[in-house]
């Protein structure tokens, strides 16, 4: 049975980014320092691009050593390379693409554009984790979505539930765009530190949920841990459902 998660609550959007940021940054330091590199998963949509954005403005961002840093998506749109639709381009375009990360190091999940399906994408991927995934991730950084869905694991879905994988294709998204690549839950938990970035009041009830163990069907979000922490950061809005 994991911990009970974390929970931290910052007063605004922008303090809630800004804050995460700042504990990213020394994450990513020492790890770095305890092992000689640093895996983190970054996400898409709102949060996943504000958390860039704030980290790439960080006044110590030159404290850490680029160089060791791999970066990977917990999901991607399956849409072609520099799609603006894309995580990876939103978080390029959010200070990511400043940062001096190492190519090679910036794992992009393959798009229309190089593989004939997402399915044919998420084995790629796959492929890419195990042969550089170091094993773990020493973060995995997440957005939650109003419906409890995290990476592209969505409720009621039966990609979410796929197991004994490390990718699934996912297709009929109820989020747009329809057809995606995420990393399952077993991947997701393959991080030392699962860290769910939420804000607004639209994500009150999936906080509510995600944090008191509500059934998976229901919301994935309450069942992905980090082998080490889970913390749940939050923006009062997005706090308001919380005893
Ligand atoms: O591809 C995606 O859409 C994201 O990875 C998705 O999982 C996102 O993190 C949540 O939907 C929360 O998005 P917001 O932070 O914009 O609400």
Redesign the pocket.
Known sequence: MSAAPDVVVHPTKQALADAAAARLLVALVDAVADRGVAHVSM??????SEIVRSLAAQPAVDALDWDRVHVWW??E?YLPAGDQDR?DTQNDEAGLARLPLRPEHVHRVPGPDTTASAEEAAAAYAGTLRAEGGGAFDVMV????PDG????LFPHHTAAATTGALTVAVHDSP?PPPD?VSLTVECLERSREVWFLV??SD?ADAVRRGTTGSPFAETPAAHVHGTERTVWLLDRDAATDLG
């Open positions: 996400t898409g949509g709102s949060m996943g917990g999901d749109r995580n997440l957005g939650v979505g869905h995290v990476a592209s989020k995606r804000a607004g994500k």
